[in-house]
T-cell receptor
Framework: DVKVTQSSRYLVKRTGEKVFLECVQD?????MFWYRQDPGLGLRLIYF???????EKGDIPEGYSVSREKKERFSLILESASTNQTSMYLC??????????????FGPGTRLTVL | GIQVEQSPPDLILQEGANSTLRCNFS?????LQWFHQNPWGQLINLFY???GTKQNGRLSATTVATERYSLLYISSSQTTDSGVYFC???????????FGAGTRLTVKP
């Protein structure tokens, strides 16, 4: 079974702090994704990566950056956390490189609260 | 970009009842998936179904790509089916998967 893990289930940070959310997958998947989930809005794509050191912006990249130094790890960075970034963050991975025409597997999510 | 709409937004069922969840999308897609998010927030892939019909136990899904909709059927619902069901669609030549807002299902014993 594919396993996608996220570093924290719950996180509380203060406005202005730099925040790192880590995601690791153990199935040698090419693609990795970061989403945020907000009530009534479903999931929205922040960034995705289809290879090491490659990244593409999704719908809502503002205020976020990402890092993919190793194939199995995809990090989401909030450079200066703000209260409107309070949300559930979900990481996902899929096998194929270059496009998302494949099943996505999700981590358990990180519920981030910014005070 | 592609728009994905789900209906109904909320659904309350008695255990044992059947239900149909609908997902409409605004353009041709080459990837349509259904997910179940359990009460703990975990998203589980149910079906990868860009077209046709698939069945897995009490769940089945049908996508009619030419008419731009997909249906998820849940038969003989159980309390463990409760949670939020999302559909997600990917437009051709696009790496951006769009999710609907979800259908929140509550199955009462």
């Amino acid at each position: 079974d594919v396993k996608v893990t996220q570093s924290s289930r719950y996180l509380v940070k203060r406005t202005g702090e730099k925040v790192f959310l880590e995601c690791v997958q153990d199935m040698d998947h090419e693609n990795m994704f970061w989403y945020r989930q907000d009530p009534g809005l479903g999931l929205r794509l922040i960034y995705f990566s289809y290879d090491v050191k490659m990244k593409e912006k999704g719908d809502i990249p503002e205020g976020y950056s990402v890092s993919r130094e190793k194939k199995e790890r995809f990090s989401l960075i909030l450079e200066s956390a703000s209260t409107n970034q309070t949300s559930m963050y979900l990481c996902a991975s899929s096998l194929l490189g270059g496009s998302s025409t494949d099943t996505q597997y999700f981590g358990p999510g990180t519920r981030l609260t910014v005070l | 970009g592609i728009q994905v709409e789900q209906s109904p937004p909320d659904l309350i069922l008695q255990e044992g009842a059947n239900s149909t969840l609908r997902c409409n999308f605004s353009d041709s897609v080459n990837n349509l998936q259904w997910f179940h998010q359990n009460p703990w927030g975990q998203l589980i892939n149910l079906f990868y179904i860009p077209s046709g019909t698939k069945q897995n136990g009490r769940l089945s899904a049908t996508t009619v790509a030419t008419e731009r909709y997909s249906l998820l059927y849940i038969s003989s619902s159980q309390t463990t089916d409760s949670g939020v069901y999302f559909c997600a669609a990917l437009l051709y030549n696009n790496n951006d998967m769009r999710f609907g807002a979800g259908t929140r299902l509550t199955v009462k014993p």
